[in-house]
């Protein structure tokens, strides 16, 4: 039968205060990040934008205890996985592989090809597909594989998004009623789904599901919970000058403050596990700005972290990938493409044809952009908000 492997992808964090600088290096390295039209430019801007925020970054970082628990949360998922699927009569070794820390994805597959794995089952920790996320993690999945012959006797398959799982869908909606079972009006209390943003750019042009994907679990997570609750989806965490999805959760929480709703319960939904943008971004800043806008009583759903129904969840995930034909790093890679008026302007999922000109161009506005970053402290990063 031979042996079994499990690979969770996920994003990784910071662990430390120290770490925080190259952390962002390696985030903003990635072209399905920071989409820019010349490979050559992706290192130097990652260095000068991680260097120019990390200060910033670290400052959230110490306001949730100095680092990011993402680390730990997913290796207590892993190992919570590891005996339900021994206790369901299929053994596995789980693996982490983080895309921008520690456990790496390629120090991940290193032990996959130590321990002999013969069956690997990939599972992102993402419920819903995002180029910028579970795509990002496949796309360097792909590109090691290519280069390692050896890999190939691997027998593998991917789970591309899992939002429609009834048991992850279950787990949330079990989570939102107790939350809303805390309010004496509980079927007035207005459930407040905050999804993390990307750009708009991203679905419109290179076809990301993720917005699609998004609004449908909201939906089923609704009708699994079955309760009358008026609800709203916005998206947070926005990141430099583009357009990214609206609403943007703080618009949210003001209009619904204007319209006089009190009592909210905040849904995290793109991520299982507390990182820094529930633990800072949503219970510290969102918290404060519904204050403000006269929602006194706000509160969080907790993210699913080792729930014991979400485990089982990711269980019933991986032996059903397991009994079912495999799909290819390259089935869950390809991406619609659109082609714009320009050729140098043609989307592709990553880096984008260079074109001389462009190079050129780019290469000023960056040189003027940087110089006067140093010079001021107040150039037009800091004023576009990558900084
Ligand atoms: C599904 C979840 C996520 C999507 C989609 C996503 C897209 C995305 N993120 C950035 C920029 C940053 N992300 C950062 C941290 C971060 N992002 C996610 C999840 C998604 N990102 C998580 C779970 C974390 C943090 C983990 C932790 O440490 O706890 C950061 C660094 C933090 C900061 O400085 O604010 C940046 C920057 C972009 C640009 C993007 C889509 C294009
Ligand atoms: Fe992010
Ligand atoms: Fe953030």
Redesign the pocket.
Same mark, same amino acid.
């Given at each position: 039968m031979g042996r079994t492997g499990v690979l969770l992808l996920n %994003?990784g964090?910071?662990d430390q205060l120290e770490d925080v600088r190259p952390f962002?290096f390696n %985030? =903003?390295s990635d072209p399905e990040?920071?989409r820019l039209p010349f490979p050559w430019l992706q290192k130097p801007l990652a260095w000068f934008i991680s260097t120019m925020?990390a200060k910033k970054?670290q400052e959230? +970082?110490r306001q949730i205890g100095g680092g990011?628990?993402?680390r730990q949360i997913t290796e207590a998922q892993a190992q919570a996985l590891e005996a339900h699927l021994q206790q369901k009569g299929q053994p596995a070794r789980v693996y982490i592989g983080m895309r921008y820390w520690h456990p790496f994805t390629e120090e991940a597959i290193a032990r996959i090809k130590r321990d002999r794995i013969d069956r690997l089952v990939i599972l992102p920790l +993402?419920p819903?597909f @995002?180029i @910028?996320?579970s795509g990002s993690s496949f796309r360097l999945m792909e590109k090691i594989w290519q280069e390692d012959p050896l890999l190939n006797r691997i027998d593998y398959t991917v789970i591309r998004s899992w939002y429609e799982q009834t048991g992850y869908l279950q787990a949330m909606a079990d989570l939102i009623a107790q939350e809303l079972d805390r309010f004496p009006n509980r079927d007035e209390v207005t459930v407040f789904f905050s999804a *993390?943003?990307?750009?708009v750019s +991203?679905v419109e042009e290179a076809g990301d599901p993720?917005q699609k994907e998004i609004e449908e679990c909201s939906a089923l997570i609704m009708q699994n919970l079955n309760r009358p609750n008026p609800h709203v989806l916005a998206y947070q965490?926005r990141?430099?000058p583009v357009e990214w999805l609206k609403p943007y959760t703080e618009d949210a929480i003001e209009q619904l403050g204007a319209e006089g709703v009190q009592d909210l319960v905040v849904v995290p939904i @793109? =991520?299982v596990s507390e *990182?820094?943008?529930t633990l800072e971004e949503i219970d510290i800043e969102y918290r404060e700005l519904a204050e403000e806008a006269g929602i006194h009583n706000f509160r969080r759903v907790p993210a699913l972290n080792t729930h014991p129904v979400f485990i089982d969840a990711l269980a019933d995930l991986v032996i059903n990938a397991l009994n079912s034909p495999s799909v290819k790093l390259a089935e869950v890679t390809q991406m619609k493409k659109k082609v714009k008026m320009y050729p140098q302007e043609r989307w592709e999922w990553g880096l984008t044809t260079s074109a001389e000109v462009w190079n050129g161009r780019v290469a000023m506005i960056a040189l003027i952009a940087l110089l006067l970053e140093l010079i001021s402290g107040q150039g037009p990063l800091h004023l576009v908000g990558l900084l």
């Open positions: %994003l964090g910071p962002l %985030l =903003f990040i920071i925020r970054s959230n +970082y990011s628990p993402l +993402y819903q @995002s @910028s996320t *993390h943003g990307v750009p +991203y993720y965490s990141v430099g @793109s =991520f *990182h820094i943008e």
